[in-house]
Nanobody, 127 residues
Framework: VQLQASGGGLVQAGGSLRLSCAAS????????MGWFRQAPGKEREFVSG????????QYADSVKGRFTVSRDKDKNTGYLQMNSLKPEDTAVYYC?????????????????????WGQGTQVTVSS
């Protein structure tokens, strides 16, 4: 499985960006696509996730109401729409796949559960 993330860039505070994550190779119907981010000197943190089959979504509290995760099954592509961006959203954003997702919060926020990772895309929000 390969994941190709794109869509990052430089934006002013209050602006928007949409990240994409295209999956290729062996595909699954039951995985979760997660979005994580990592700022310099900080731990990798969960941002959002979506169960591919059902479309059920999860969000970190810090992005609820501002970010929207979605997926296009036909294109095997996931999206993270980011609105009302803040300087503290600045980070490298990664998409990832968990082949065996559960419904436990402790699982879906845990980046170590995810088997496949995209290369990361930089998001920089200026104040």
């Amino acid at each position: 499985v390969q994941l190709q993330a794109s869509g990052g860039g430089l934006v002013q505070a209050g602006g928007s960006l949409r990240l994409s994550c295209a999956a290729s190779g062996r595909t699954f119907s039951t995985y979760r696509m997660g979005w994580f981010r990592q700022a310099p000197g900080k731990e990798r943190e969960f941002v959002s996730g979506i169960r591919w089959s059902s479309g059920v979504t999860q969000y970190a509290d810090s992005v609820k109401g501002r970010f929207t995760v979605s997926r296009d099954k036909d294109k095997n592509t996931g999206y993270l729409q980011m609105n009302s961006l803040k300087p503290e959203d600045t980070a490298v954003y990664y998409c990832a796949l968990d082949e065996n997702p559960t419904w436990y919060i402790s699982d879906y926020v845990n980046w170590k559960r995810y088997e496949y990772w995209g290369q990361g895309t930089q998001v920089t929000v200026s104040s």
